[in-house]
């Protein structure tokens, strides 16, 4: 693969990782909170935040989301501070492998500080394999000439590699994702894609909210 433009310096990518994520108010948490639509871009938490059933509901399960990040049945209900301390663990837990991930790619994260916060975002939400396999198809995707909210934009869909029941899910249910996938014969590839791509983009479109609110670049 080539990634060609990149340049990596590990010297300060590490402070600058645990700047974006070392507590609820730091820039990558809240932008993911905003993911969740938890709260909004100044971090105000939203009725959510306290509560709400997680939306893919699984096998038919009812899971309680709680906290900044939806934890996901994580944390007994009404409390929404273990709910978060169990969100900050969760997250700060995942970021020396996504760091090392995006070194193996020379991608230098002082330079691509939205991408590293959507990979994390990716960890938050979905299966352990997708935010692995973001820094490998983010970087083919800048070296094939994309911009970077572009590159994000695609390698969010990518990542997936077209599995993700729980979206799936929710596009085949709710009316929103129903009428915009209407014109695709439902669970081909491209209304997997499709419907991957509209609750993908809608959190990158809010992550991205979050850090110009913050100047974050």
Request: hydrophobic share 30%; glycine share 6%; charged share 25%.
């Amino acid at each position: 693969m080539s990634t060609k433009g990149f340049s990596y310096s590990n010297s300060n990518n590490t402070n600058i990782v645990e700047e974006l994520f070392t507590n609820i108010d730091s820039p990558g948490n809240i932008a993911i909170c905003k993911a969740e639509g938890n709260c909004d871009d100044n971090g105000k938490f939203t009725s959510l935040y306290y509560g709400h059933i997680d939306p893919s509901k699984l096998g038919g399960k009812r899971v309680l989301n709680q906290g900044f990040c939806s934890d996901y049945g994580k944390s007994k209900a009404g409390d929404i501070d273990g709910a978060n301390k169990g969100c900050l663990r969760r997250i700060q837990s995942r970021l020396p492998r996504l760091t090392k991930l995006f070194q193996q790619q020379n991608i230098d994260i002082a330079q691509h500080k939205t991408a590293f916060i959507n990979a994390v975002d990716l960890w938050n939400q979905a299966s352990p394999r997708v935010s692995d396999n973001f820094p490998q198809v983010y970087a083919d995707n800048i070296s094939k000439g994309l911009s970077i909210d572009n590159a994000i934009r695609r390698s969010r869909i990518d990542a997936f590699n077209l599995s993700a029941d729980g979206l799936f899910n929710i596009c085949a249910r709710e009316p929103f994702y129903v009428s915009r996938l209407a014109s695709y014969r439902r669970y081909s590839t491209d209304w997997k894609r499709n419907c991957i791509d509209l609750d993908q983009n809608r959190r990158r479109l809010a992550i991205n909210s979050v850090l110009t609110n913050r100047g974050v670049k």
